[in-house]
């Protein structure tokens, strides 16, 4: 493999030329891009016998070295702004995107709803312990329905291992550990699982409900629930509660609404499980409750008919503007 000796010289010549932002980065991806000299060369080093590789390797990767060195330096020596762009003030003003996200939109208005109804809101921690985000729910260790929720965790070897939150459920741990029941409690979020593609990611947006008083049933969930869906699509729906299992809730639902002739999911919910109410100090025999959680972003993606799930962070004005 030849390596050129001008290398480094005709990069500083070529730089010398550049007038504006635009010609840099040609120049720069001439140089360092993935059709540039280097990238191909590292590319062919397996063609190469074992000997000859390693030294080619060496050399190839303190040219490559000294040319990042050169365009940083270049980079933080100049300023294009003030010396190409002119800024002609007499052009009309560009309107600017004002207005919440639609997540945040969604949001609030879930939250408006349940705050009529009395629920304080409580928001909590994203980066969590074990116990909050799991052990209290009533998932042991080794449960195999940790696995669905596998995450980004902080530390896994110390004894009160961090991770980010995989839902907003840890939110039910606290406030029943610091408040006295009754309890109507409604907690918005940020929450992380190992998931992405066109529906999922690996970041979203729940939204956590919890009730807990004498006297509360499946009934009253239900009711809140249907009469929730049908004021935030702002029409009839129909709605089905399709039997499924949360470890901390006992009996358990998921709630699909119908959209096209299609059914799809998007709520979790459930009477509160005695083990939870155990686990945080609340008589089980005298209280009940129940709790819910529910994805904003595919509520608002029904409610805006957004097809991709990642439209809503990708930072495109023109979409967000249609919103
Ligand atoms: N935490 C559950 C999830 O993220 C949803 C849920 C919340 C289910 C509360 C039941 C009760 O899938």
């Not at 550049?18 to 840099?24: H, K, M, Q, R, T």
């Not at 909050?132 to 995450?151: C, G, I, S, V, W």
């Not at 249907?226 to 358990?252: G, Q, V």
Request: hydrophobic fraction near 40%; charge should be negative; include cysteine.
């Amino acid at each position: 493999m030849q390596i050129p000796k001008d290398l480094i010289e005709e990069a500083l010549r070529s730089l010398s030329s550049v007038a504006n932002e635009s010609d840099f980065f040609k120049v720069r991806s001439q140089f360092l891009g993935k059709k540039s000299f280097i990238q191909l060369s590292f590319k062919e080093l397996k063609n190469l016998d074992p000997e000859k590789k390693v030294l080619a390797a060496k050399e190839l990767n303190l040219l490559r070295n000294q040319l990042n060195n050169i365009f940083r330096d270049f980079q933080e020596n100049i300023n294009f702004n003030s010396a190409v762009d002119i800024i002609d003030t007499s052009l009309p003003v560009q309107d600017s995107v004002s207005g919440a996200h639609p997540i945040s939109k969604c949001t609030n208005k879930i939250l408006e709803y349940f705050e009529n109804l009395n629920f304080k809101t409580f928001y909590g921690n994203e980066i969590e312990t074990d116990f909050y985000n799991f052990e209290a729910l009533n998932f042991p260790k080794n449960h195999p329905a940790r696995q669905m929720h596998d995450t980004f965790y902080v530390d896994t070897q110390s004894k009160d291992s961090y991770l980010l939150r995989t839902h907003t459920s840890n939110t039910q741990i606290h406030s029943m550990l610091e408040h006295a029941a009754p309890i109507y409690m409604l907690s918005p979020g940020r929450v992380y699982r190992c998931d992405s593609d066109t529906t999922h990611l690996p970041m979203f947006t729940q939204v956590e409900g919890l009730a807990v008083d004498v006297d509360i049933s499946f009934a009253d969930l239900k009711g809140i629930l249907i009469d929730f869906l049908e004021f935030f699509f702002n029409k009839k729906m129909d709605i089905r509660f399709r039997p499924s299992y949360f470890p901390f809730t006992e009996p358990s639902a998921e709630v699909d609404i119908k959209f096209d002739s299609d059914w799809l999911e998007v709520l979790g919910c459930g009477m509160v499980h005695p083990n939870v109410l155990k686990n945080c100090n609340i008589d089980h025999h005298k209280f009940q409750g129940y709790a819910f959680g529910m994805g904003v972003e595919r509520l608002a993606m029904l409610y805006y008919g957004v097809k991709d799930i990642r439209d809503f962070y990708s930072s495109n004005l023109e979409f967000l503007e249609q919103i």
